[in-house]
């Protein structure tokens, strides 16, 4: 009775929508992943063959109406490899973005919330890890907990959690300014509550567009430190490792090489545009800072 | 007559500003009594620090302010010494307040009927679906049409009124014994005024709350208070009835304040002005801190500060010469 149907579809929801569906790179960016997601949840049923299944006498084979993306240097079908390897892409990218928003999203509310020496020891810590150039941070830490997929996510999220804290850190110094946080006050929340009910509600808008604009570089570190070998380990069809395993016969079979990259580039750009479009639309209304 | 019970006693409290160019006095060695069921009003121009101390009862004042000296009292126990968690307890339940501005006073993310039945079950545990029928309930006697609907709406669609009637009923879910309105008419256009004004007062007498109201219009003062307190620069110069201070004003700044009320002046004449402008309370001026503004300054009133006395039954007065002020017209 309390979130009866007619209520959930309100005014407000229907504005962010009608924006979004007149955004058409948005729209674009949603159908490319629309698309990355279907081909990665039914992977099962539209690839070929599996992923791992070897066949010695169909190496190195150019695309073919049998192997539409050609096959690899161990007669593996590509194509049944990228299909297989969205879902990892998809995945680690979910997985890093949540890790990182956990991190980074309670230290600036507790940052922006508590402010004085609390502040400035977040921050600088924020600013520290802010000045490191994020790959080579990623590389040291996967060389000391030894390579593997779970190893990357925790690299890749270790290095950029920062912008989650900068961001919701903005916001809620906006947002404590506000009287609706003294009136919270003056009927005796505690300081936990007015965060997470108050503070951190009001700071969902931009925590929404930068976790879809961080899920592409997060793709993006987790292939390059797979392309760099210490990601997922064969015969795992992560994109990133099939680019590294590719790039020996560049010149001799490119399609091992070019199709993986082009899916990385597509699933980065799908999210990017989406992100793009999310910013835009919900930027003028809620008044991302 | 019986003697009235002290319900908050603020005693010689000093509150300052810490900004870049010093140390701002808002409240400087103030001193007042509310007693249990009254109606006070504090009363002073913009930045005479009555905000401040409002919002220095329950603890709620900004990062920069300092408490340098004092104490306040609420029945007994004094708010700035007593633990986070038990002012916290308080806050709500015992103390509310009200703010000038409704526009901002709401979260914009939840609905209306949630923000008001979050109270009682902060306050007292009770149920979610029994706090909603409260806040239904509570927001149907605040004067909101369609209270059961309305409960489910946003914010963003409420009318200022509504705001201010919806955090009303927040505020008074509890039934507080003291309940603090800053200014909570200043932001809404006059019908409403008269509308929230009456309200509080229904409310008051039907909870049997202290009403703590801050205003600067002496129309609302008239109105609805039993006792008044004049302030000028963070300080208290009057204390009195209400028919006292309107008839036989004895400083002069609230003579002045008086004059100033529109529906007074006579016929066609000029509206009476104070002359000058509230001093700074970065370096307020010498001894009393309305000379440099008086019609009555003598050479006392620059060395020595007044000190507030009782000069009548219940009428306290800071002003060396407040003997002159009493009688004689202020554009005179």
């Not at chain 2, 304040?257 to 004449?269: E, H, N, T, Y």
């Amino acid at each position: 009775m309390w979130f009866n149907k007619e209520r959930i579809r309100s005014l407000e929801s229907n504005e962010v929508l009608r924006l979004f569906l007149k955004h058409k790179r948005g729209v674009a960016g949603l159908i490319l992943l629309s698309f990355m997601l279907f081909i990665a949840l039914t992977a099962d049923f539209i690839a070929p063959k599996r992923f791992d299944e070897v066949d010695p006498s169909s190496r190195l084979l150019p695309p073919s109406t049998e192997h539409i993306f050609g096959t690899d240097q161990l007669g593996r079908d590509i194509f049944s490899r990228i299909v297989y390897g969205a879902r990892i892409a998809l995945w680690v990218g979910l997985l890093v973005v949540v890790v990182e928003a956990g991190i980074g999203v309670p230290l600036g509310l507790i940052a922006g919330y508590y402010g004085g020496s609390v502040d400035k020891l977040i921050s600088a810590i924020t600013d520290m890890l802010w000045a490191f150039p994020p790959i080579i941070l990623a590389l040291a830490i996967v060389t000391i907990l030894g390579p593997g997929l779970t190893n990357v996510v925790i690299a890749v999220s270790i290095v950029s959690w920062a912008p989650y804290t900068r961001v919701v850190r903005a916001k809620t110094l906006s947002i404590m300014g506000r009287e609706f946080i003294t009136a919270a006050r003056a009927v005796g929340e505690s300081s936990l509550s007015i965060m997470f009910r108050y503070v951190l509600p009001n700071t969902l808008a931009p925590i929404i567009v930068l976790a879809t604009l961080t899920i592409p570089s997060a793709i993006l570190y987790t292939t390059a430190l797979s392309f760099l070998g210490f990601g997922a380990q064969p015969p795992t069809p992560d994109w990133g490792a099939m680019l590294n395993e590719g790039k020996d016969y560049i010149f001799k079979a490119p399609w091992c090489s070019i199709f993986p990259g082009l899916f990385i580039t597509l699933t980065a750009l799908s999210f990017n545009l989406l992100g793009d479009a999310l910013r835009d639309v919900l930027d003028p209304k809620l008044r991302l800072g | 007559m019986r003697v009235p019970e002290v319900l908050l006693d603020v005693r010689d409290l000093r509150i300052c500003y810490e900004t870049s160019r010093g140390c701002v006095k808002a409240v400087d060695g103030v001193s007042l009594e509310v007693y249990a069921g009254e109606t006070f009003c504090l009363v002073g121009e913009t930045g005479c620090g009555k905000s401040t101390l409002a919002l220095a009862i329950p603890r709620l004042l900004p990062p920069n302010a300092r408490i340098l000296s004092g104490s306040i009292l609420f029945k007994g126990v004094d708010l700035l010494r007593v633990s986070d968690s038990k002012l916290q307890e308080l806050r709500g339940k015992e103390i509310a307040m009200i703010f000038q501005n409704p526009m901002t006073s709401l979260n914009p993310v939840h609905r209306v009927g949630f923000q008001v039945a979050e109270v009682p079950v902060t306050h007292f545990k009770m149920s979610w679906r029994e706090a909603l029928a409260t806040a239904v309930r509570q927001l149907g006697r605040v004067g909101i049409a369609d209270p059961d609907l309305r409960s489910r709406d946003y914010p963003h669609t409420f009318s200022g009124g509504m705001k201010q009637r919806s955090m009303i009923a927040m505020m008074t879910t509890c039934k507080p014994s003291l309940l603090i309105a800053d200014e909570p008419t200043t932001a809404l256009d006059v019908t409403i005024q008269a509308q929230i004004l009456k309200l509080l007062h229904e409310l008051k007498n039907e909870y049997g709350l202290t009403l703590l109201l801050i205003t600067h219009n002496f129309g609302i003062v008239a109105e609805v208070c039993d006792r008044v307190g004049v302030m000028y620069a963070g300080k208290i110069v009057e204390v009195a009835d209400v028919t006292e201070v309107f008839e036989a004003p004895l400083h002069p700044y609230t003579k002045g304040l008086i004059d100033c009320v529109v529906a007074r002046r006579k016929s066609k004449s000029r509206l009476n002005q104070i002359p000058g402008t509230p001093p700074s309370l970065l370096n307020p001026p010498t001894g009393c801190r309305f000379h440099p503004r008086c019609a009555y300054v003598t050479h006392e009133c620059v060395k020595e500060e007044p000190r507030l006395i009782e000069v009548r039954k219940n009428h306290l007065v800071a002003c060396h010469n407040y003997e002159k002020v009493g009688g004689v017209s202020w554009s005179s």
